[in-house]
């Protein structure tokens, strides 16, 4: 591959994925500008790789799989946990600089991630590839190796318990 080729098949790469990167760098770790940091470092990965001559098969999923690599490393690399107080008041500096629908957009979300970081790391895992990622069934099974039929599963599974997580978080509040 020429490097022409080369460089317009990163650009075309980075069009189309980038966004989806992102997120699911950002949905792990919570830090937008450390998460465009590591989003750079994954493009980065990809265009070394591709620049040594070698093919890349599916884009997303070594994408994805160098995101995930990544956020790992990010986590090991994190000598002392944030506590709640830091957080909350991380949420609250941008919450005040929001609208109300903003707002409210923000705490369902905050609601949802929430659940979902209930689910076992199995369920976990094909829920945040599915809708936060946009991954099809397919490229989920490609990338865990395992049978389409397996993650479909698999996603019905956690779809149905984390409604269940869902339904008794609401009885509680109430």
Known sequence: MQDEDRKMLFDNVYEEHADTV?????????????????????FMRFWEYISSGQ?????????????????????????????????????????EDTKVLKLESRLL??????????????YKDVIVYKY???MSTKDIADLLGETESNISVRIHRA???LAEIIKEKEQQEE
């Open 22 to 42: 992102f997120r699911h760098i950002y949905f792990r770790i919570s830090d937008r500008e450390r998460a465009k940091e590591i989003t750079q470092d994954v």
């Open 55 to 95: 093919d890349v098969e599916n884009t997303k999923s070594f994408l994805i799989t160098s995101a995930h690599n990544a956020v790992v490393n990010e986590y090991r690399s994190r000598k002392n946990d944030v506590s709640l107080d830091e957080m909350l008041e991380k949420v609250g500096d941008k919450i």
């Open 109 to 122: 979300a905050m609601d949802v991630f929430e659940c979902i970081s209930l689910l076992p790391a199995n």
């Open 132 to 134: 936060v990622d946009d």
């Open 159 to 161: 779809s149905k318990k």
